[in-house]
């Protein structure tokens, strides 16, 4: 994965709430179907692999479309 940039991740998420939110969200389902988007060769944990999956822009966090 490299160097960890933690303000590219909190850019890509949209803040440092939004990435906290976005990192249980992908833990928690990584834990339950262990399903990844990213290759594992490099990875020694799970959250490697989520940081790296935000870092890549292969997750996103969801918003409700806004009604005008």
Known sequence: MG???LEELRKKAGGRFDLVVLTQKRL???ARSGVK???T???HSL???VLEEIRTDKIKISRPK???
Do not use: Q
Request: glycine fraction near 0%; charge should be neutral.
């Open 37 to 39: 988007t990213t290759s």
């Open 66 to 68: 806004e009604k005008k």
């Open 3 to 5: 160097k960890l940039n």
């Open 28 to 30: 928690r389902d990584l």
């Open 47 to 49: 959250m490697e692999s």
């Open 41 to 43: 060769e490099n990875s």
